[in-house]
T-cell receptor, first 115, second 114 residues
Framework: GAGVSQSPSNKVTEKGKDVELRCDPI?????LYWYRQSLGQGLEFLIY????????KSGLPSDRFSAERTGGSVSTLTIQRTQQEDSAVYLC?????????????FGEGSWLTVV | DQQVKQNSPSLSVQEGRISILNCDYT??????FLWYKKYPAEGPTFLIS?????DKNEDGRFTVFLNKSAKHLSLHIVPSQPGDSAVYFC?????????????FGTGTRLTIIP
């Protein structure tokens, strides 16, 4: 597709289970970002990829969170031993190198509910 | 440490009038600023951006103003339309946009009253 694609769109999981969220960026975009938005909160940065490497993972809230990107394209965000405070919408975005008027493009998000 | 601040969580404006959304930042290294609009259950969509070398950028009904000395930017929407009702996020990046993260504010919920 033409835009950033995320799956699953909705996920309900039991506390303590692991979840994987997938992001397929816009073709050709080298940069990929993960953000999350908890209820009533702003957009919280999690991790940024340039190609397959992650030069900035400063936003990952704990060691239960990890992400990888393979082939410079698809990325997976994994949350181990989920907790109720992990409930949020997880947003993926991608961008190309900066040119005038460039931006990052977001997917529709993966809504995670931990019960 | 909230480096990008949107101090008004909500704003209501009459249809046809001007909507002004404000954003303040604290990091003097920020160089590129963007506004995003978000509808419920959708991802944010890009509206307009401005580089620090400019003080104004206009695109149709949307104008962004940047006051670097005050570390303040604002988004003007005129005339406001019902479809503009959404949450608006201000975001900032350093000089290496596209190779570093965007820092977002907490958003302002705009409601346009018909």
């Amino acid at each position: 597709g033409a835009g950033v694609s995320q799956s699953p769109s909705n996920k309900v999981t039991e506390k303590g289970k692991d979840v994987e969220l997938r992001c397929d960026p816009i073709s050709g975009h080298t940069a990929l970002y993960w953000y999350r938005q908890s209820l009533g909160q702003g957009l919280e940065f999690l991790i940024y990829f340039q190609g397959n490497s992650a030069p900035d993972k400063s936003g990952l809230p704990s060691d239960r969170f990890s992400a990888e990107r393979t082939g410079g394209s698809v990325s997976t965000l994994t949350i181990q031993r989920t907790q109720q405070e992990d409930s949020a919408v997880y947003l993926c975005a991608s961008s190309s190198n900066r040119v005038s008027g460039n931006t990052i493009y977001f997917g529709e998000g993966s809504w995670l509910t931990v019960v | 440490d909230q480096q990008v601040k949107q101090n008004s969580p909500s704003l209501s404006v009459q249809e046809g009038r001007i909507s002004i959304l404000n954003c303040d930042y604290t990091n003097s290294m920020f160089d590129y600023f963007l506004w995003y609009k978000k509808y419920p259950a959708e991802g944010p969509t890009f509206l307009i951006s401005i580089s620090s070398i400019k003080d104004k950028n206009e695109d149709g009904r949307f104008t962004v103003f940047l006051n670097k000395s005050a570390k303040h930017l604002s988004l003007h929407i005129v005339p406001s339309q019902p479809g503009d009702s959404a949450v608006y996020f201000c975001a900032a990046s350093g000089r290496n946009f596209g190779n570093e993260k965007l820092t977002f504010g907490t958003g302002t919920r705009l409601t346009i009253i018909p």
